[in-house]
Nanobody, 124 residues
Framework: QVQLVESGGGLVQAGGSLRLSCAAS????????MGWFRQAPGKERDFVAF????????DYADSVKGRFTISRDNAKNTMALQMNSLKLEDTAVYYC?????????????????WGQGTQVTVSS
């Protein structure tokens, strides 16, 4: 069983930065791809960023490309999302996810384990 715990969310003004972290226990992360998703009130859970098991490959939603950076430290069993130039529309609950299967990255159904989420609120 895998447990994922997000941290680092909070309230930030538009244009500011936050760094989210995801810590894993129960399994070594280095064999698995991971991702970040977000869900705003009344909306579906949307893809934000993807990182391959080694960290060599990353992918981003168009809405965050150039502003967010996903990274991982397999030695520490952690993943991070650096969020810069935050906008009001980035407000959401952010979830980290782990993918045990071999394909899929943009759909939430491609991922097998999820954290509990961390709230990010961007104010004007």
């Amino acid at each position: 069983q895998v447990q994922l715990v997000e941290s680092g969310g909070g309230l930030v003004q538009a244009g500011g930065s936050l760094r989210l972290s995801c810590a894993a226990s129960g399994r070594t992360l280095s064999s698995y791809a991971m991702g970040w998703f977000r869900q705003a009130p009344g909306k579906e859970r949307d893809f934000v960023a993807f990182i391959s098991s080694s960290g060599a490959s990353t992918d981003y939603a168009d809405s965050v490309k150039g502003r967010f950076t996903i990274s991982r430290d397999n030695a520490k069993n952690t993943m991070a999302l650096q969020m810069n130039s935050l906008k009001l529309e980035d407000t959401a609950v952010y979830y980290c996810a782990l993918r045990m299967r071999s394909s899929g990255r943009y759909q939430s159904t491609a991922y097998d384990y999820w954290g509990q989420g961390t709230q990010v609120t961007v104010s004007s």
